[in-house]
């Protein structure tokens, strides 16, 4: 009897993570094993190992823009696709150890992106606090019981379901809008099917530090009508000036503008990784003017095979 194939699910864990909200969206993850890991580098590990079939990792917030620990690992891990994005309210509240009460804070633990988006609250409510980073929401809030530096915790709504902790504020987050964007990242080259609601993602290498390189490299999109939701420059890291951009584009490969941009890069860019062409988790439309219809791409190539011999 053949081998089941392994449909284990990574997640930056513990449980109660917005990570995990993020999978719990996913159809094909509902009722198979899911994993907690402690970082973004062990959820690709997970994938490019064969640990798991997939990973969900957070890539993008409204707030803080993209997260650069994700588009660095990314950027650094060959052959992954993302095959699907997922968007997470976020929203926070302060925890602690019973018995304490708010005015007792003097240090909080809270990872580095929740603590940056509770930044006006925590001036303004305890404005003499000091923070310790931890690598997750949740595990701020466990932390607390594991060691006494920390007097409360920045975490999820509901972390009180999981642990015996006290909540000592609610809705604390600067931005009531915030949402955070996850990707699913998979080693499957299957991709998913257009819908006409699609965004590509990419990583792009300026193929050198010149007046001029940049702009070279937006054309590629802009002369052929391809909006950009997302471009966001990180460093190489071999040379001061060296930079690569994390690039979201509206639509999907098969789409013959976007097709045509990602030759147009290629062609200019030493490097450029595809991350892959994925449904939009908002499901709008895209939009974009009828002289980038893929008719018109398609036809342009009809007119120059007739003028080859």
Not at 19 to 33: D, F, I, N, R
Not at 139 to 158: C, K, T, V, W
Not at 168 to 189: H, K, Q, Y
Request: aromatic share 6%; charged share 20%.
């Amino acid at each position: 009897m053949a081998e089941s194939p392994n449909v284990t699910y990574s997640f930056l864990g513990p449980v109660g993570t917005f990570t995990e909200a993020a999978l719990a969206q996913v159809p094909e993850a509902q009722g198979k094993p899911w994993r907690a890991v402690n970082n973004v580098g062990e959820a690709l590990a997970d994938v490019l190992t064969g640990r798991s079939v997939a990973a969900m990792i957070a890539i993008e917030n409204s707030v803080d823009g993209g997260v650069s620990a994700t588009q660095d690992a990314l950027a650094g891990a060959p052959n992954l696709r993302i095959i699907g994005e997922y968007l997470v309210p976020v929203n926070f509240v302060l925890v602690a150890r019973p018995g304490t009460a708010l005015a007792d804070v003097r240090v909080i633990n809270a990872h580095p992106v929740a603590y940056a988006q509770c930044r006006t609250w925590l001036e303004s409510t305890l404005p003499r606090h000091g923070h310790i980073p931890a690598s997750s929401n949740v595990a701020a809030a466990a932390s607390l019981f594991e060691n006494s530096q920390a007097d409360a915790a920045i975490a999820p709504p509901g972390i009180e379901k999981h642990h015996d902790l006290d909540v000592l504020a609610t809705d604390i987050g600067d931005n009531p809008n915030a949402v955070t964007r996850f990707v699913l990242v998979s080693r499957t080259t299957e991709l998913p099917a257009r819908t006409g609601a699609d965004k590509t993602s990419v990583i792009v290498e300026l193929p050198e530090d010149r007046s001029g390189a940049l702009l070279e490299m937006l054309e590629q999109f802009a002369t052929r009508g391809v909006n950009l939701s997302l471009i966001q420059s990180r460093p190489i890291g071999d040379a001061l000036g060296r930079y690569r951009f994390v690039i979201d584009a509206d639509g999907h490969i098969l789409d013959e503008r976007v097709a045509d941009a990602l030759l147009g890069l290629r062609r200019s860019s030493p490097n450029v990784i595809f991350l892959g062409s994925y449904p939009r988790a908002d499901k709008r439309p895209i939009e974009f003017t009828s002289r980038y219809d893929d008719e018109i791409f398609i036809e342009a190539r009809a007119w120059l095979s007739t003028l080859l011999p």
